[in-house]
């Protein structure tokens, strides 16, 4: 594995090795089949543009003018400037910079060094680091004008012209990256740190880097490549038929306990993501990366009430300053952004557009949360844009507000839409989310033994560390969004139905997206501002989301009230469960506020009425497994609870009340749920570490342990693919993927390969464009290797026939071939498997929670590539445990303002908060999707949260009912 | 960010007066030492100056200096190499250890002594740009709204607790504090140089107009000196302290012949705790002694509806650390 990775990297040519890179050279080849769909002109026409894009972002002057500081924009005099000289990776240079520009923004915006990145612009997150005199500082903390005198060294010069440094290969190798955003941060800490320590310990590399946060929690592989080696026991090594297969003495900690399944060639090895050198050098290009000729930016203003109306709104200053370009109100934009409200959790289409009572504009009147869009300004550049805001005057009639759901449900409660505060579902009506099986009075009724108890859960943000932007541009007609969405037909389709254009009138792209985490296989409001400004000011123009912007304008995991009754037998058998709930929505309905988890057990008599209820806080959203985690930790934690009262161990309690057949009759296509369990608990030493008597040990430092379990859902679907075969027998594969993070690319890469039988590097990717892919189902549900796969198989197999009875291309030929399948399961459930084992310690002087142990089973079917998807699952895990600890998006009740936005406040996971979180795989193969591969991301998020509750609680002896269990919560119940 | 001006300044008179020249012209004025706090600030608006006056190119003010009956350390030390010198970890562990526990290494390896002892409240009112007493206004909207992270001792008119580290270390040091100004020098005891809001609301310490801090003067350390920083975080790294607690201990065998005990993350300056030092002089620390220790360092505790929990925690900090100094060898 290392040796072939070294191999490419000693090649020199990393950035040509692979050639779906931004700038591909496709324009040079010919071919005598396009892509179905496709023009060739599309192609020709895309590419040219690509370049556009690249070659504006590169270095704006060069550092041979220095015999006076050259002049990076055209200087407006009422700006002071200020002349520095700077040794910039290496090379030094003059620079005239304006002080008010941070070192951040000179080297992104006037140097065309977008590795750097902006996650936070506040000190709060890493995204910026660069070394200083050798020394990491925030870039984004810093003035230009104060580097005078300084070195400075960013990643991209970290490669040496022969190569990667070993850190960035090590980076790699360790599948560092996820959707690496965060990477060259986390990679100029430990550069730094490798200079002066060779050979660091975890701990040493934890300390240097616990300046990066990583949302998508990839912390354990950032460790592992700076100290060279995995953090957990490789299990199962010898059992493992991969370990024989050439890519065994991997960087992966990930254990294979079932020997069963056939060894294939690509598949199931565990595989550095194809375009790690890109997101390891700084040359992933980010939509905030993307600059185009004569690009205007573009800053929202956002109501500061929770509810008012706006009386007027006067923009005539901002208008007449110097630089603006373009202003948008509710008076000169009326665009309603569909996907933004009222598709209850359904996919928004024209229906739904055409009835709904409940729209959300682009620009609302009344605003109903602070951070609703008021206004928009496009000026030449940020800072005017910002000054213009503050010029534009709103009248606003204050109205009552409301924040929490059950005071929205109040009789008396202020109405946040006419049709009152329980949310309207796709067919406007005011309706609670029921299901319900058997009867449940009944069953309580019979029940031996009957159980109560309330539970809640906060919002949560999303927190990707890529601030929400996008870019927007028309060349005509036609518009073109660049935007991190990791859904391009679905984004497409929503732009083009809200501004009344034709499919075929929009393009997005996504070439690199910094987290994705759900609600993002759609569009969103910015695109539509962005295109709208646009087409005012007639320029691109380029919308950029603060932090804090993202944190209140955005979305994130509704919270949730769960009241819960439960009857068993005195055995501890499962009679009846009941859960009645609150979901806060915000004032708008974006999705269905769901709360699942009921079905994981077996139960004859459930009811479950889930009302979502308008708020004026900050708009709930799909975010990774939309329902699960809130849910899961609500019902787990009550049937945990439940089993201690009934003296049981819960453990044995899942085992006897699990689900065995879906939804109590509907057999699943295969069913590891309980080998998950039952491996897990051995791992662990559930015996040794559960501790029978809650809260007991000597000591203010306590341990306990708690468990979760899963059956999560891996449905097939319609997705598309085409590959085409050149001459020169390159193999590329169209898909509408966008690497939110998972290594969609790497995974499709693997399957056509397999597929094709052909090596690894016969296949290229192209990606995360609708002018270039076909449709794709969007990264979203956990769906897009297992639909997305299915089509390149099929595609291939359809290329493989054509092979054999044409022949291979010759000259400028080229065979094509695509497929659109959509598979389907009868009569079965196909469901993916999983239990979590956590290990905390909870100190309860200081009421202090920490996770020391981490034990994840999964059955995700057949893993296609074990490295990413280990990283997937501790990916989840970590973010479970910002969740359980820290998360809330706390607001003032005074104001109706939210508190703890950004980084800092909301107290994201970091380095130090997550242990190594050891990933074991059971690989099954029920015969469906591709190579029996199931569903993976969402998984390790549903089920940390409720290990996690569940493990607290074990510690210290009492039930922690609310998330996040925080620090006052823990001292408050032992109090 | 509003527009401004970056001035360098060469050396302290000059950063003094060309910060003084701004503000007779009318202008708004502040120092910037590493930065990293007045740039969060400016860019939320919530301080607009029109004149940014550098200390960065100040030379010789990021030094040791011992003399005067201890060492001098001058302002602009960046609070890695404070944490990192040999000489302040083997007789001012405490302060090395204060300087250690701040954000991370890329915020220590900007952020001067000098900056961090004047960094701002961090507040999550006042740093979501709520028209709060720091921020010009005319009401606290921590004490009947979200107060889980503020002061349980000294609050009134404004709640916030002190937000630096190093602040609670220098104090339990008995530092010195050097002033430079428009009208020349002058010197506080570090526990003199912040201020209650009952004081001045609008403000954490003495500094006037114009006014820098230049250096620190800590006293050498007397034999049998041992100190310790114990600071309790929200996550593991990279929050400010919930509650933090300086302590130095002059011990003579296994008696305490002198004690400091100042805290961090209670109160809108570094919290003194003059009865629990006076408690342990001349005591064996025994775990009875700590036990009263942490019981008499809350005895005045006042908390507001969500910060109750500082209480017990306070407490079993105290007693904590108290008797874990006091062990070691
Ligand atoms: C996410 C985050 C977490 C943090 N966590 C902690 C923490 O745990 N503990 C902690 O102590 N701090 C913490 N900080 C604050 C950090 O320590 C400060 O940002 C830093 O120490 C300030 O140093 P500086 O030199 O950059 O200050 P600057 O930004 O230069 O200055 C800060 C303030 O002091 C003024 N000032 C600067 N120098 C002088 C001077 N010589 N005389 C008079 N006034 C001056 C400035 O005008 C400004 O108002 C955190 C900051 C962030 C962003
Ligand atoms: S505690 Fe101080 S900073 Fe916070 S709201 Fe009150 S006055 Fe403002
Ligand atoms: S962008 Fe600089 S720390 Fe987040
Ligand atoms: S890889 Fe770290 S934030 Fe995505």
């Known amino acids: 594995m290392k040796n072939r990775l070294s191999l490419r990297v000693y090649n020199g040519t990393f950035r040509y090795r692979f050639p779906h890179f931004a700038g591909d050279t496709m324009s040079t080849r010919r071919r005598s089949t396009d892509p179905p769909g496709l023009s060739r002109r599309d192609f020709l026409e895309t590419t040219a543009a690509t370049v556009v894009v690249a070659a504006a972002a590169a270095p704006a002057i060069d550092g041979q003018a220095l015999a006076g500081a050259p002049t990076l924009v055209q200087p407006d005099p009422a700006v002071p400037r200020s002349a520095i000289r700077v040794t910039l990776n290496g090379t030094a240079r003059r620079l005239d910079v304006e002080d008010r520009w941070t070192l951040a923004e000179l080297l992104r915006d006037h140097l065309g060094l977008t590795g750097t990145k902006i996650g936070c612009d506040r000190g709060e997150c890493g995204a910026c680091t660069v070394l200083m005199d050798g020394k990491p500082v925030y870039s984004c903390s810093q003035l230009a004008a104060w580097a005078d005198g300084c070195s400075i060294e960013t990643v991209e010069g970290v490669a040496k012209k022969d190569g990667l440094e070993a850190l960035q290969r090590a980076f790699v190798a360790h599948d560092g990256p996820q959707c690496g955003f965060c990477t060259s941060g986390q990679l100029m800490s430990a550069l730094a740190l490798h200079r002066v320590n060779a050979r660091p310990t975890v701990e040493d590399a934890r300390a240097a880097m616990v300046g990066n946060l990583c949302r998508c929690g990839n912390y354990n592989r950032y460790v592992e490549a700076t100290v060279g080696h995995s953090l957990s026991p490789s299990r199962d090594a010898a059992a493992n038929p991969r370990s024989l297969g050439g890519g065994g003495q991997s960087a992966s900690p990930v254990a294979t306990a079932s020997a069963a399944l056939s060894l294939l060639h690509t598949v199931g090895h565990p595989t550095p993501k194809i375009d790690g050198v890109e997101r390891v050098t700084g040359q992933a290009t980010y939509t905030g990366d993307v600059k185009l000729p004569g690009m205007l930016y573009a800053r929202v203003l956002r109501s500061p009430h929770a509810h008012a109306r706006i009386r007027s709104i006067d923009v005539s200053k901002a208008r007449a300053m110097p630089g603006v370009k373009a202003v948008l109100t509710r008076e000169n934009c009326e665009v309603v952004w569909g996907a933004g409200a009222i598709a209850g959790g359904q996919q928004y289409n024209d229906d739904i557009k055409r009835i709904t009572k409940q729209r959300r504009y682009a620009f609302n009147n009344p605003v109903r949360f602070v951070g609703d869009p008021v206004a928009a300004v496009a000026a030449v550049n940020r800072h005017v844009a910002e000054e213009a805001l503050l010029q534009i005057l709103v009248d606003y009639e204050v109205l009552p507000f409301v924040l929490e759901p059950e005071e929205a449900l109040a009789p008396n409660a202020v109405k946040i839409w006419p049709e009152g505060n329980l949310a309207l579902n796709v067919r406007n009506e005011a309706q609670p989310n029921v299901q319900t099986r058997g009867n449940v009075g009944n069953g309580l009724a019979a029940a031996e033994r009957t159980f109560e108890d309330r539970f809640t859960t906060a919002f949560e943000h999303n927190a990707q560390m890529e601030p929400r932007v996008a870019v927007a541009t028309w060349e005509g007609e036609k518009l073109t969004v660049y935007t991190p969405t990791g859904g391009i037909a679905n984004c497409r389709h929503d732009i083009a139905r809200d501004l009344g254009l034709p499919d075929d009138r929009v393009r997005v792209v996504c070439q690199y997206m910094g987290g994705n985490f759900g609600n993002k296989n759609q569009n969103q409001d910015a695109d539509l501002i962005a295109a709208m400004l646009a087409k005012e000011a007639g320029a691109p123009v380029k919308l950029e989301l603060s932090r804090k912007e993202d944190f209140i304008g955005m979305h994130g995991r509704w919270p949730t009230i769960q009241y819960y009754t439960v009857g068993t037998t005195s055995a501890g058998t499962l009679q009846a469960i009941q859960l009645r709930a609150y979901s806060g929505m915000g004032p708008y309905r974006k999705n269905t506020g769901n709360i699942g988890g009921i079905d994981l057990y077996q139960c004859p008599n459930i009811e479950t009425v889930v009302t979502p209820v308008y708020t004026n806080k900050t708009v709930s959203g799909n975010l990774r497994g939309p329902e699960y985690p809130q849910g899961f930790y609500g019902i787990q934690s009550m049937m945990d609870d439940v089993a201690s009262k009934l003296k049981m161990d819960p453990v044995e309690f899942i085992l006897k009340n699990m689900t065995r057949l879906a939804r109590n009759e509907v057999p699943y296509t295969n069913y590891t749920l309980e080998e998950c369990i039952r491996r897990g608990a051995e791992i662990f030493e559930w015996k040794k570490r559960w501790r029978q008597d809650p809260g007991s040990g000597r000591g203010p430092v306590k341990r306990g342990a708690g468990v979760s379990f899963m059956a999560f859902r891996s449905e097939l679907g319609r997705s598309s693919a085409v590959i085409r075969l050149d001459a020169s027998g390159q193999y590329t594969v169209f898909v509408g993927v966008t690497d939110v993070g998972g290594g969609a690319k790497t995974t499709m890469a693997l399957i056509a390969a397999e597929a094709l039988g052909v090596p690894l590097s016969q296949v290229t990717v192209v990606w995360g464009d609708t002018d270039r892919c076909p449709y794709s189902v969007g990264e979203s549900g956990s769906r897009t290797t297992i639909m997305t796969g299915d089509a390149v198989i099929e595609a291939a197999r359809d290329l493989r026939k054509q092979i054999a009875e044409k022949g291979p291309p010759k000259g400028a030929e080229m065979l094509v071939a695509s497929a659109t399948p959509t598979p389907r399961v009868e009569g079965k459930v196909r469901s993916a498997f999983g239990a979590h084992f956590v290990e905390v310690e909870v100190d309860v002087e200081l009421g202090r929670a920490r996770v020391v142990k981490y034990v994840a089973v999964h059955d995700s079917g057949r893993i296609i590539n074990p490295l990413a998807a280990a990283s997937q699952i501790k990916g989840g895990a970590a973010m479970g445990i910002g969740m359980a600890l820290h998360e809330d998006l706390r607001y003032d009740r005074q104001t109706g303002r939210p508190l703890t936005t950004g980084f800092y406040y909301d107290r994201i996971p970091t380095h130090r908060d997550v242990p190594d979180i050891e990933v074991v795989f059971i690989e099954s193969d029920d015969g469906l999707g591709p190579y029996g591969a199931k569903s993976v991301g969402e998984s390790g998020k549903a089920l940390s949260p409720a290990a996690i509750a569940n493990a607290v609680s074990n510690a210290i002896g009492r039930r922690m009912k609310d998330l996040p269990i925080t620090r006052d919560r823990i001292l408050g119940a032992l109090a | ?329």
């Not at chain 2, 954000?103 to 979501?128: E, F, H, K, S």
């Not at chain 2, 309790?232 to 011990?251: F, G, I, K």
């Not at chain 2, 005990?261 to 775990?287: D, F, K, N, S």
């Open chain 2, 1 to 329: 960010m509003k527009t401004f001006t970056n001035v360098n300044a060469r050396d302290l008179r000059q950063a003094v007066a060309r910060s003084a020249d701004a503000r007779q012209s009318g202008q708004a004025a502040s120092f910037a030492g590493g930065g990293s706090d007045l740039l969060a600030l400016m860019k939320e608006r919530i301080v607009r100056p029109d004149v940014i006056v550098s200390l960065k190119p100040i030379k010789g003010l990021d030094q040791l200096t011992p003399g005067g009956g201890g060492i001098t350390i001058g302002g602009l030390i960046t609070l890695d190499a404070l944490s990192r010198d040999a000489r302040i970890h083997r007789q001012y562990a405490v302060l090395a250890e204060a300087a250690a526990s701040v954000a991370t290494p890329q915020i220590r390896n900007v952020g001067t002594l000098a900056g961090n002892l004047c960094q701002r409240p961090w507040c999550w009112y006042y740093r979501n740009g709520f028209p709060c007493l720091k921020a010009g206004g005319s009401q606290c909207f921590s004490v009947s709204g979200e107060n889980q992270f503020h002061a349980i001792f000294g609050g009134g008119p404004s709640y916030i607790v002190h937000p630096s580290d190093t602040a609670p270390a220098l104090v339990a040091l008995d530092a010195t504090f050097r002033i430079v100004g428009p009208s020349g020098e002058r010197e506080v005891p570090a526990a003199d140089f912040f201020v209650l809001p009952r004081q001045n609301a609008a403000a954490e310490n003495v500094l006037a107009n114009d006014e820098l801090l230049a250096s620190v003067h800590v006293p050498t350390a007397a034999g049998g000196m041992r100190s310790m920083y114990e600071k309790v975080l929200d996550r593991e790294a990279w929050t400010h302290a919930v509650v933090s607690a300086a302590v130095v201990l002059r011990m003579d065998g296994q008696t305490c012949r002198d004690a400091r005990v100042v805290l961090g993350g209670v109160a809108p300056i570094p919290w003194r705790l003059p009865e629990v030092e006076r408690l342990l002089t001349g005591q064996r620390i025994t775990e009875e002694v700590a036990a009263r220790a942490g019981e008499l360092a809350v005895a005045g505790a006042r908390p507001l509806a969500k910060n109750g929990y500082k209480v017990p925690l306070t407490n079993a900090l105290v007693r904590r650390t108290v008797l874990e100094l006091a062990r070691r060898a």
